[in-house]
């Protein structure tokens, strides 16, 4: 053989050694992985699942397992490991901690030092279904998984460990056994003989595996296809019937829709877990990847369909392996802009909202975040950036898609628009650029928009495209000049808000204050007319379980209704919540009449649509009258609990009402709830109708002092010859409005007042009075107190430890107690004194030591030696320290989730944990 | 000596070429974009249970908060700041 060729042969040959040692030494041979997943001993009752994880191929140093959810998601306990002879390994636990979107967030880890067998066999339990929320604070309605007697489901990320790195394990994988008669599992994997193997396209083994969306119980399955791919929909059995078949028509509209703009298939099969909510009434959270989701999708509400629908997008546009993947950074945030815009628009299409109200709320949202501090106005930066970009992803991207898709249009004539450009760059797997595909519709459209709003350069303009004419000052056409006055008192979306609670800047609003300035208004206007347009319930996001003293609480709320002599309310979004049944419990023996003209239940009319009211010698009439709300203004236990109900066109009725009224009144009046829009479309549309009161005033509005600036809330005014009046100082305050009629009763002028209730109104002392007896008696009763539980659920030893008082730490510990006497703490028992709450189990359990538990304070007397913030909030029980001091058995660090379990927002609105730190240490004196 | 130095240069350049072709091809989208793997952190937060509420409200009226779904106010002497919930 010639000398070069011998040569090269030589190089050729010792490269493809290199290579071949080095991809060994950077990929190593991962493990193979296999897990058999069963409920723990007790069944399925015992809600907890035991996992079996056996791992071939253990690297001989050592291996670390991982898990992909937080450590209140991921609840493992009783972990073991042994060798492939039943000989133990030593395992040591630890957190991987992550710094998320400004949140800490822990991860278990566990670690088995080497030297390992090639084979190890490691078991745990894992306990799905954490609420989110606390008892203390209220829960949210969302729960991650589930499990109990009735089905079960987990995300494989709550339930499984992986050898760490994950990501090149090929060989995984999975068993179910133990289950209940008639139950199977529902995994999106392909099957292997008896097991499940994870992992699409060859890859991807470890992604599909704690991504995966799987139901256990029993399921009613259905499919339809989309393009080549399968979708399956499987309902839990206890979903009746006729809310399965809805949902499914609903889902697969919305799936074909996006389908459709997308221009593609997925993979072979999608499949989709549809859940009911859990027994405890929360919705529960799934995840969606490339080969399905699953969660709370039924009753099918307008938030769900659009959580599915966003999930089924990311299919498309963010999940390996079947997304069409950009290249260019500065386009990156599309993806987000496509997720938030096209899941409204998929809802929509498929009838649950209309496309105005998508549009309207986006340029609401996008309004808002114009004055939110700390964002980017550079979407195309936002992937450049460190730190969170949600509010940009949220609400900035989808509405400038959202005016892409306009401007298209217009500029084309209809011919152009959004969607076919989407297609275009996602129609295949490998994505040009955006910027190629939009049509250049006039020439330097394209350098234009995209200079303009996507990098922020300038806002979009609301006002040409978006907004609603301001209300005028004045009616049109002219009234004649005022002859006669009238007063009215309004108030609306006061969610049952009795008086302010916690440490909070804002410390207005409040039942008894509000008694006080309705009592000095009516000795200035003595035939004032009092009416509420509705949202008198609680919000169920404060309190999702309607507990024994949340119902006590909104019952007590309604009475000072009466007792401060309100004739008249709306039926609003809250009053429904919780359904009608809970509506006419709490309000049946109320004197205030609620109205209702446009709701309907097996076809009757829930309560009268209207009323005529003598006020100042006119005859008013007030027809009750609910826009219902859609999107995110909507809750879901709203949605749900207003399935039984069919509400009317608001329009039609206020007509039909008006015409009714008009005979025996000499103005009729709408309230309740209408968004500005339909309130103006009222206005033009019904004759007669000659004031709307609303409760919600949210709309994008031109400001009349410049033509470019936009408010995202109404003012009142006329529109056409109707006065707009709106409650927007909501629990805080109360409007009152001076009206002037002409000589023939036309309402000719308006003068609007609000009255904010500050700290310097006083409380009305029966109201006042009316508060404190409740405090007092509830607060006494077991059933309020066990509504109320303690702190620290989840520490088992503040939960069951034994408490002693500052007093006995004060024996040893004299510097840090005088420190500690001139902190705010050391008085937080007189605060609630002071507001006459120490009989509130709500407040009480944040200015004591140990409260709800057996060893803690006692609701009675302030003489009781746990009263105040004292040392052992901070640094738990101090029985065993004070026993036999040492510094391992008290808690000397004390991690800032100690301070936030009662330092919330909701009720401590300016704490900032780093600022106040310093003044709680020991070494600080004010 | 010179076909020695020649010969080595010749390997080094082919190792280097074949360990680059493997990084371009094992080499993950950059960093900081959308297409986070449902085994990294950023997937984490999506199993995260939040321990307290959202206030939704944000800033509006003379001296406060107003119920706005999603966000959360703040307000001190120095004014009022909105914040997305997180």
Request: glycine residues 10%.
């Amino acid at each position: 053989m010639p000398p070069r060729r011998a040569e090269a042969l030589f190089i050729l040959l010792l490269a493809s050694v290199s290579s071949l040692t080095l991809w060994t030494a950077g990929c190593g041979r991962p493990p193979s992985v296999a897990f058999t997943v069963s409920p723990a001993p007790g069944g399925v009752s015992a809600k907890r699942l035991a996992v079996t994880l056996q791992v071939s191929g253990v690297p001989r140093d050592g291996i670390d397992l991982k898990g992909f959810a937080a450590t209140n998601v991921m609840r493992i306990s009783d972990l073991t490991a042994h060798a492939a002879d039943g000989a133990p390994l030593p395992v040591d636990a630890k957190t991987e901690t992550a710094k998320l979107d400004n949140r800490t967030i822990d991860m278990p880890r566990f670690s088995l030092h080497g030297p390992l067998p090639a084979s190890i066999s490691v078991r745990y339990t894992v306990e799905p279904g954490t609420r989110e929320g606390d008892a203390h604070m209220g829960f949210t309605g969302r729960s991650h998984g589930y499990l109990g007697k009735e089905f079960g489901f987990v995300v494989g990320r709550g339930v499984f460990l992986l050898p760490d790195p994950a990501e090149g394990i090929r060989d995984i994988t999975v068993r179910f056994a133990g289950l209940p008669e008639g139950w199977s599992a529902l995994v999106p994997w392909m099957p292997d003989g008896e097991a499940w193997r994870p992992g699409v396209a060859g890859g991807y083994a470890a992604e599909h595996l704690v991504s995966a969306a799987i139901g256990l119980g029993r399921f009613r399955e259905r499919a339809f296809d989309l393009g080549a791919t399968r979708v399956g929909l499987a309902f839990e059995t206890s979903i009746p019937a006729e809310e399965e078949a809805a949902a499914a028509r609903t889902l697969e509209t919305a799936a074909r829709y996006l389908h459709d703009m997308f221009r593609r298939d997925l993979g072979p099969a999608y499949r989709v877990v549809v859940l009911p909510r859990s027994p405890e009434g929360d919705a529960i959270a799934g995840e969606g990847w490339a080969t399905g989701q699953g969660g709370t999708l039924a009753p099918l509400t307008v938030e769900r369909l659009r959580g599915f629908s966003s999930s089924l997008i990311d299919a498309y546009v963010r999940h390996a392996p079947y997304r069409t993947e950009l290249t260019r950074r500065e386009e990156f945030w599309l993806v987000d802009g496509l997720e938030n815009l096209y899941s409204w628009r998929a809802a929509s299409a498929a009838g649950m909202v209309p496309e105005e109200v998508v549009s309207r709320n986006l340029g609401i949202g996008y309004l808002v975040s114009l004055g939110i501090s700390g964002v980017n106005p550079d979407l195309e930066a936002i992937y450049s950036a460190p730190g969170s970009h949600r509010v940009e992803s949220e609400t900035r991207a989808p509405f400038v898609l959202l005016h892409l898709d306009r401007e298209l249009r217009a500029a084309s004539g209809e011919k152009e628009g959004l969607d076919p450009v989407i297609g275009r760059v996602f129609g295949r797997s490998g994505a040009s650029s955006f910027w190629a595909a939009v049509p250049d519709v006039r020439p330097g459209f394209r350098e234009e928009f995209r200079a303009r709003y996507v990098q922020g350069k300038e806002m979009i303009p609301l006002a040409k495209a978006y907004t609603l004419d301001p209300a005028r000052e004045k009616p049109d056409p002219p009234a004649g000049p005022v002859v006669r006055r009238l007063t009215w008192l309004l108030t609306g979306d006061t969610q049952g808000y009795l008086e302010n609670c916690g440490c909070k800047v804002n410390q207005s609003g409040g039942v008894a204050r509000r008694a006080t300035a309705l009592g000095r208004l009516r000795a200035r206007d003595p035939g004032a007319l009092l009416i509420d347009a509705g949202n008198l319930f609680n919000r169920p996001d404060k309190q999702i379980e309607l507990d024994y003293l949340t119902r006590q609480e909104q019952g007590l709320y309604l009475r000072t209704l009466d007792m401060m002599g309100y004739q008249a309310a709306a039926i609003g979004t809250t009053e429904l919540t919780r359904g009608l049944d809970y509506f006419r419990e709490q309000t049946g023996r109320l004197r205030v009449p609620f109205l209702a003209a446009n709701i309907t239940r097996d076809g009757r009319p829930i309560a009268p649509p209207s009323l005529v009211l003598r006020s100042e010698g006119l005859r008013i009439g007030l027809i009750g009258i609910f826009e219902p709300p859609f999107g995110k203004a909507a809750p879901g236990l709203f949605e749900e609990n207003s399935r039984p109900l069919k509400f009317a066109d608001p329009i039609e009725a206020l007509s039909r009402e008006t015409a009714a009224l008009r005979g025996r009144a000499d103005l009729v009046v709408a309230l309740g709830r209408l968004t500005p829009y339909t309130a103006r479309r009222a206005a033009s549309a019904v004759a007669g109708l000659d004031a709307i009161v609303s409760s919600d005033n949210q709309a994008l509005i031109r400001a009349d002092d410049h033509p470019d600036h936009v408010h995202h809330e109404d003012g009142p005014g006329f529109v056409g010859r109707t006065l707009l009046a709106y409650t927007n100082l909501s629990q805080y305050g109360l409007v009152s409005v001076r009206l002037g009629l002409d000589a023939h009763g036309r309402i000719a002028a308006a003068e609007f007042e609000d009255h904010w209730l500050y700290e310097d109104t006083p409380d009305e002392p029966r109201v006042r009075r009316a508060l404190d007896l409740f405090y007092d008696r509830v607060g006494r009763e077991a059933a309020a107190q066990e509504a109320v539980p303690p702190l620290f659920a989840g520490d088992k030893a503040r939960l069951t430890g034994k408490y002693v008082g500052a007093a006995v730490c004060a024996e040893c510990h004299a510097p840090e107690m005088a420190q500690w006497r001139r902190s705010r703490h050391a008085s937080a028992f007189k605060t609630l004194l002071d507001r006459h709450r120490h009989f509130q189990p709500k407040c009480v359990a944040c200015h004591v030591v140990g409260y709800g538990t057996p060893h803690g304070y006692r609701l009675g007397s302030p003489g009781e030696a746990l009263a105040n913030v004292q040392c052992e909030v901070c640094h738990g029980p101090g029985a065993e320290h004070a026993a036999a001091p040492a510094a391992g058995n008290i808690r000397r660090a004390v991690p800032a989730e100690v301070c936030l379990e009662c330092h919330t927002p909701d009720h401590s609105d300016h704490f900032v944990y780093n600022d106040r730190l310093p003044k709680v240490k020991h070494d600080y004196f004010e | 000596m010179r076909k020695t130095l020649r010969f080595a240069l010749r390997f080094v350049a082919v190792i280097a070429v074949v360990a680059l072709i493997q990084v371009a091809l094992v080499a993950p989208p950059p960093a900081g974009n959308p297409y986070a793997s449902a085994l990294s952190n950023v997937s984490v937060g999506s199993a995260y249970a939040f321990p307290i509420n959202c206030p939704n409200n944000s800033c509006g009226g003379k001296k406060g908060c107003r119920a706005d779904h999603g966000f959360y106010c703040t307000t001190s002497s120095g004014g009022c700041q909105t914040s997305k919930c997180l």
